[in-house]
């Protein structure tokens, strides 16, 4: 067909398996559900009823309803009536929030009544919104009203395949944050890229820790149980909350960032559990340690492994490696420097790795592509920025034309590569190596510090939890935050830790030249997976404790 809607899935699965459970969220002390028959007539009310009221096809709306069923029928009904979703994560803060409503200026709002009450008090987009929902209230144009308006009859807009369906904003993490523009051909790519990768199967069930993960389950013809947890600290998690509905629901599926399969690995070892119906586990959102993989696979079947996708907002699945290959053989590697393996493309996607550049490229002749030559003794003679090109690639940032240009390079066949931001290289077997953001590299005057190759042969050491490389008036400055076990180490104790971690980069030639170590209470993170190092704020933190 020459349409192309990311809802079309809902209606194609509901016909197949109508009575099967398309979505359990928390309610009370239990959960409540929908099955696909119930989730489609649901959608379908949703749909008719918002365009009754003026919501319809090209009408940027923004959604601020915490995962529950009502969170489910509103995603799948603004995609049937063709509406641009716009999705901003509370957890960015209310100034961060009221920019980036000001970037996306949305037509409509639909809210549960706090964030309605924000709006109002704090004047987001007072100059664009002419319609607002609330969501579980009983003031106002209220969800039910809406709902009334409506009817259970089939509703699906024929989108075209580039047309906008959302507008995603990035955490802000690395930088400010940005409206992603998503295509409903975006979306599509990424629900076929996900299932080839994993060879994710109908009637599995899926336990998804990221709210707006768990919209690909229902596409993909699994039962998305949404766990009962805050989702801007899944680091804090109950592991309980996680481990409970697992056993209960028999969970064949897992997504969690690397902060929780820290913490409930941790839990779950201890509590020598097992998780006997996991098919697998993904993880994302930043590197995954290989402790951390090895610790929460004492819960699995020796035969599944925990799957670590590489991709971003702007793109994924770029590439997908598995645990396996990762205890068997990279990660020695990279504890020795050489970055960490990210595994092979997906079938959909093209990879290229340019020469480092901070200004903008037009297009692919300006870039310098480096080779894939194996060169062990030299990983930054070859490390370069990784590009992609491919259908889940998304091609701009909504009302950001600066940040698209840096992001964008036009291809001679009418296409264009993102630039992914990351540092990386390809080896002679095609597997990508990641060696950190392009932004946090550390430049002195005759050398150049890549992060997480640096990074990774100071994590070696036993008393260490993690390490952050920084750069303070062009040197660079290795922070490092301690295993909970020595957080309170006396002062004599630390002093032997920095002797032995310098040592240890006196090992190899790409971090001979770290000599300043600062010991950091506990690292700042991004807000989303509560796992990616804000290496930007421990910058700043360094520099005045040097001072």
């Known amino acids: 067909m020459s349409w192309v809607n990311i809802a079309s899935h809902l209606p194609a699965m509901a016909a197949q398996q109508p009575d099967m459970i398309a979505v359990r969220c928390p309610s009370g002390r239990g959960y409540a559900s929908y099955t696909y028959a119930e989730l489609e007539q649901r959608s379908n009310r949703v749909a008719s009823g918002l365009?009754?009221?003026?919501?319809?096809?090209?009408?940027?709306?923004?959604?601020?309803?915490?995962?529950?069923?009502?969170?489910?029928?509103?995603?799948?009904?603004?995609?049937?009536?063709?509406?641009?979703?716009?999705?901003?994560?509370?957890?960015?803060?209310?100034?961060?929030?009221?920019?980036?409503?000001?970037?996306?200026?949305?037509?409509?709002?639909?809210?549960?009544?706090?964030?309605?009450?924000?709006?109002?008090?704090?004047?987001?987009?007072?100059?664009?919104?002419?319609?607002?929902?609330?969501?579980?209230?009983?003031?106002?144009?209220?969800?039910?009203?809406?709902?009334?308006?409506g009817n259970d009859a089939p509703y699906l807009t024929q989108t075209q395949p580039q047309e906008t369906a959302a507008i995603l904003f990035t955490s802000g993490s690395t930088g400010i944050p940005k409206g992603v523009v998503y295509t409903h051909e975006n979306f599509?790519?990424?629900?076929?890229?996900?299932?080839?990768?994993?060879?994710?199967?109908?009637?599995?069930?899926?336990?998804?820790?990221?709210?707006?993960?768990?919209?690909?389950?229902?596409?993909?013809?699994?039962?998305?149980?949404?766990?009962?947890?805050?989702?801007?600290?899944?680091?804090?998690?109950?592991?309980?909350?996680?481990?409970?509905?697992?056993?209960?629901?028999?969970?064949?599926?897992m997504f969690g960032s690397p902060a929780l399969l820290k913490r409930v690995g941790q839990w779950g070892q201890a509590q020598n559990i097992t998780l006997p119906t996991l098919k697998r586990v993904i993880s994302a959102g930043a590197p995954v340690p290989s402790r951390v993989i090895e610790q929460f696979s004492t819960m699995l079947n020796k035969n599944v492994q925990i799957w670590t996708p590489y991709g971003a907002t702007e793109s994924l699945p770029v590439s997908v490696m598995g645990s396996h290959q990762i205890l068997q053989q990279t990660a020695a590697l990279t504890d020795q420097g050489h970055g960490i393996c990210i595994g092979k493309p997906v079938a959909s996607i093209q990879v290229k790795i340019i020469a480092i550049d901070d200004n903008p490229i037009t297009t692919l002749d300006e870039a310098q592509e480096l080779s894939q030559e194996s060169n062990a003794h030299?990983?930054?003679?070859?490390?370069?920025?990784?590009?992609?090109?491919?259908?889940?690639?998304?091609?701009?940032?909504?009302?950001?034309?600066?940040?698209?240009?840096?992001?964008?390079?036009?291809?001679?066949?009418?296409?264009?590569?993102?630039?992914?931001g990351d540092l990386g290289y390809q080896d002679e077997q095609g597997l990508l190596w990641f060696c950190g953001r392009k932004s946090q590299r550390v430049i002195t005057t005759d050398k150049t510090f890549h992060t997480i190759p640096c990074e990774a042969v100071f994590n070696t050491h036993d008393k260490v939890f993690r390490t952050a490389l920084v750069a303070v008036d062009q040197r660079p400055v290795l922070c490092v935050e301690l295993e909970p076990d020595h957080r309170k180490a006396s002062s004599a104790t630390r002093q032997k830790i920095s002797q032995e971690l310098l040592a240890?980069?006196?090992?190899?030639?790409?971090?001979?030249?770290?000599?300043?170590?600062?010991?950091?209470?506990?690292?700042?993170?991004?807000?989303?997976?509560?796992?990616?190092?804000?290496?930007?704020?421990?910058?700043?933190?360094?520099?005045?404790?040097?001072?």
């Open 504 to 547: 240890i980069g006196q090992q190899f030639e790409h971090t001979r030249g770290i000599k300043d170590l600062l010991f950091c209470k506990a690292f700042p993170v991004d807000i989303r997976h509560n796992a990616k190092i804000g290496r930007e704020q421990l910058s700043s933190w360094a520099k005045r404790r040097l001072r």
């Open 51 to 149: 365009a009754a009221i003026g919501i319809g096809r090209g009408v940027r709306t923004v959604l601020m309803v915490k995962p529950s069923l009502d969170f489910f029928a509103l995603v799948f009904g603004l995609f049937k009536v063709g509406a641009v979703m716009v999705c901003i994560d509370p957890g960015m803060g209310t100034k961060n929030l009221g920019k980036c409503l000001a970037q996306a200026q949305p037509q409509a709002f639909l809210g549960i009544p706090k964030a309605q009450i924000a709006r109002k008090m704090l004047g987001w987009a007072r100059n664009s919104i002419t319609q607002s929902v609330t969501v579980g209230g009983c003031v106002g144009q209220t969800l039910a009203k809406v709902q009334a308006l």
């Open 188 to 253: 599509d790519a990424q629900v076929r890229a996900l299932i080839d990768a994993f060879d994710i199967q109908r009637g599995e069930v899926d336990l998804c820790t990221f709210p707006l993960f768990a919209l690909y389950a229902p596409a993909m013809g699994m039962s998305a149980v949404v766990p009962k947890m805050d989702f801007t600290k899944p680091g804090s998690v109950t592991p309980s909350n996680i481990i409970n509905p697992i056993k209960q629901f028999n969970v064949t599926n």
């Open 378 to 420: 030299n990983i930054t003679s070859k490390t370069g920025e990784i590009c992609v090109k491919g259908p889940q690639v998304t091609a701009s940032y909504f009302n950001h034309p600066v940040p698209t240009s840096l992001a964008k390079i036009n291809d001679a066949d009418g296409s264009f590569w993102h630039r992914m």
